[in-house]
Nanobody
Framework: QVQLAESGGGLVQAGGSLRLSCPAS????????MAWFRQVPGKEREFVAA????????WYADSVKGRFTMSRDNAKETFYLQMNSLKPEDTAVYYC???????????????????WGQGTQVTVSS
């Protein structure tokens, strides 16, 4: 069992930055994949970024590539989403997710993740 708890959301002007954090408590290991998704009312939860605890490749949605960076601190068992050059269309509830056995071809699909945080609101004003 893994517990996730996002923090760092808030209100920011367009062009600004925020950093979301997600400490992962429980039995994580290097096989875990960690991800960020976001959701606005009336729409499907969409993939933002993903990384494995073991490091290496990162995955990003085209809409955030070049602006968002996902990272992890293994010692703190925490992963982060640094969001720069924010746009009003980035406004959403952001969720962190984790799974111990997701395969690479599924890593962008929300159905592949077993563990979820409660979400944190990010609002970008124009």
């Amino acid at each position: 069992q893994v517990q996730l708890a996002e923090s760092g959301g808030g209100l920011v002007q367009a062009g600004g930055s925020l950093r979301l954090s997600c400490p992962a408590s429980g039995r994580t290991n290097s096989r875990y994949a960690m991800a960020w998704f976001r959701q606005v009312p009336g729409k499907e939860r969409e993939f933002v970024a993903a990384i494995r605890w073991s490091g290496g490749y990162e995955w990003y949605a085209d809409s955030v590539k070049g602006r968002f960076t996902m990272s992890r601190d293994n010692a703190k068992e925490t992963f982060y989403l640094q969001m720069n050059s924010l746009k009003p269309e980035d406004t959403a509830v952001y969720y962190c997710a984790a799974d111990p056995s997701i395969i690479q071809s599924e890593i962008r699909r929300k159905e592949g993740y077993a563990y979820w945080g409660q979400g944190t609101q990010v609002t970008v004003s124009s």
